[in-house]
Nanobody, 128 residues
Framework: QVQLVESGGGLVQAGESLRLSCAASGRTASNYVMGWFRQAPGKEREFVAAIRWSGGNTYYPDSVKGRFTISTDSAKNTVYLQMNSLKPEDTAVYYC?????????????????????WGQGTQVTVSS
């Protein structure tokens, strides 16, 4: 079992930044992929970013590329999502996920069903 706990959400104004954290505990594996997803009210869950623990390969959708950065701290077993130049349309509950996804990330990381474990989510609200 893997437990994931997100933190760092909050209310910010457009153009500001936030850093989300996802602390992982339990049977994490070096071949795991860590992903961030978000879901706004009335909308489907959307993939935001992914990173492979071993090697550090990352993958982003075009909607956040250049603004969001995913990273890991192995010593703390924590994954981060640095979000810059936030927009009102980034408002959502952000979820951390973990799974033993196969390569390449471009083909597997964007699908939520490929992940085995999920956190409880953290709210991000961006005001205009």
């Amino acid at each position: 079992q893997v437990q994931l706990v997100e933190s760092g959400g909050g209310l910010v104004q457009a153009g500001e930044s936030l850093r989300l954290s996802c602390a992982a505990s339990g049977r994490t594996a070096s071949n795991y992929v860590m992903g961030w997803f978000r879901q706004a009210p009335g909308k489907e869950r959307e993939f935001v970013a992914a990173i492979r623990w071993s090697g550090g390969n990352t993958y982003y959708p075009d909607s956040v590329k250049g603004r969001f950065t995913i990273s890991t701290d192995s010593a703390k077993n924590t994954v981060y999502l640095q979000m810059n130049s936030l927009k009102p349309e980034d408002t959502a509950v952000y979820y951390c996920a973990a799974g033993s996804l196969g390569a390449p990330l471009q083909l597997t990381a964007g699908r939520g069903r490929n992940y085995d474990y999920w956190g409880q989510g953290t709210q991000v609200t961006v005001s205009s």
